[in-house]
């Protein structure tokens, strides 16, 4: 029973933390796309596509078989890409708008358009042609071959040409000089694995003096940060590669799942009393990003480090238990008289403090 209850909060804090991929990473469907700003040629790009892998999944040049496809890779292109990535990413055949190279060519016979992926042949002919085998196709007034050496499928991100734009509109294809640096798109048969929970602090819960943030991280491509925000703010990166042999059994198909905690010291009195907000942000090496936050509460004694020379004086106070919970009336710390509340908690295997009521504070010598 233990064992299927562990199991089903993992899965339950998976489902909490499904990747938030970073600017330049986005998924449509089973797929995963990734810009690439560097402009190279079509040949370089398609090269580049096929060393890059997400998991055990190569990359290639992008290939498009649908309109909703086509406006998905669009809108990120939109969205995402600057000013001056554009303006790096224009064609030289007089078009004057950016460009991105996707993954068709026809250079190994004119005017049999094919995905560099699978090999379908996808049109057949000039701007006159036709699809082939019923494909999608988004072509503008092209392929036109206009400086004879045009073998390589780009999308524009703008009408064009200048001043009439009667040629294509944004999202629309046309063919370029595969010598031409364009920025370009990378599409991958799958995506991320990335998955994560937050332990400690759990959501809900009262926290006292130094704690733990701690929890886990999993994925097919190495993890590369763990960043630890508090109430929004950045405070430290947080080790990771802890053992965890439970999530290693979770997740036994992912390597090194078994080394996937993190753990780090907070000193939860530094924090003013009242509710917080810690946030975790998990990043890989493909560059896919996760973040999960959770809120908690932060009791305190009157100053926020109770060390040797303060009075700490139990004798006098009175203590009941009941269940899971310790109660303290009366105890002396710093020249001060609380009620104290103790719990005890599987997760730290230890009782702590979830309650600080100050009750007497003595007068000065």
Same mark, same amino acid.
């Given at each position: 029973m233990l064992k299927l209850i562990r199991q089903l909060v993992i899965f339950v804090l998976c489902l909490l933390s499904q990747p938030l991929q970073a600017s330049l990473i986005f998924e449509y469907g089973d797929h995963t796309y990734k810009i690439i700003t560097e402009?190279?040629?079509?040949?370089?790009?398609s090269v580049a596509a096929a060393e890059m892998t997400l998991g055990n999944q190569l990359g290639y040049l992008a290939q498009i078989d649908s309109e909703s496809e086509n406006a998905a890779i669009l809108e990120a292109l939109l969205s995402q890409l600057?000013?001056?990535?554009?303006?790096?990413?224009?064609?030289?055949?007089?078009?004057?708008?950016? =460009?991105?190279?996707?993954? *068709?060519?026809?250079?190994?016979?004119? @005017?049999?358009?094919?995905?560099?992926?699978? %090999?379908?042949?996808?049109?057949?002919?000039?701007?006159?042609?036709?699809?082939?085998?019923?494909?999608?196709t988004n072509w503008g007034v092209q392929p036109d071959s206009a400086t004879g050496k045009e073998d390589a499928l780009a999308m524009s991100l703008a009408a064009w040409p200048e001043p009439f734009y009667d040629l294509g509109v944004a999202g629309q294809w046309n063919d370029l000089d595969g010598a031409t640096p364009l920025i370009y798109v990378v599409e991958f048969d799958g995506v991320s694995d990335l998955s994560f929970a937050i332990e400690e602090p759990a959501h809900g819960e009262t926290y006292s003096g130094v704690g733990m943030v701690r929890g886990w991280a999993v994925s097919s491509?190495?993890?590369?940060?763990?960043?630890?925000?508090?109430?929004?703010?950045?405070? =430290?990166?947080?080790?990771? *590669?802890?053992?965890?042999?439970?999530? @290693?059994?979770?997740?036994?198909?992912?390597? %090194?799942?078994?080394?996937?905690?993190?753990?780090?010291?907070?000193?939860?009195?530094?924090?003013?009393?009242?509710?917080?907000?810690?946030?975790?942000?998990?990043?890989?090496?493909?560059?896919?990003?996760?973040?999960?936050?959770?809120?908690?509460?932060?009791?305190?004694?009157h100053q926020g480090f109770i060390g040797p020379d303060d009075e700490f004086e139990l004798g006098w106070a009175i203590t009941n238990a009941l269940g899971r919970t310790i109660r303290i009336s009366g105890a002396v710390i710093a020249n001060r008289r609380y009620n104290l509340t103790l719990q005890w908690r599987d997760s730290t295997q230890s009782f702590e403090i979830i309650s600080i009521d100050p009750q007497y504070v003595f007068p000065e010598e």
């Open positions: 402009p190279a040629t079509w040949e370089d790009a600057t000013e001056e990535q554009l303006a790096a990413s224009l064609a030289d055949d007089g078009s004057d708008v950016a =460009f991105v190279w996707l993954g *068709g060519s026809d250079a190994e016979l004119e @005017g049999q358009w094919v995905w560099s992926s699978t %090999g379908d042949q996808f049109w057949e002919g000039d701007f006159n042609g036709t699809a082939v085998a019923d494909r999608y491509d190495p993890i590369e940060r763990i960043e630890v925000f508090v109430d929004g703010e950045y405070r =430290f990166d947080i080790p990771y *590669g802890g053992k965890r042999d439970d999530v @290693g059994e979770q997740f036994a198909e992912i390597e %090194g799942a078994d080394k996937s905690g993190y753990t780090s010291a907070v000193n939860y009195s530094g924090l003013g009393e009242g509710e917080h907000e810690v946030t975790v942000r998990v990043s890989d090496s493909f560059g896919s990003v996760a973040e999960q936050s959770t809120t908690f509460d932060v009791t305190r004694f």
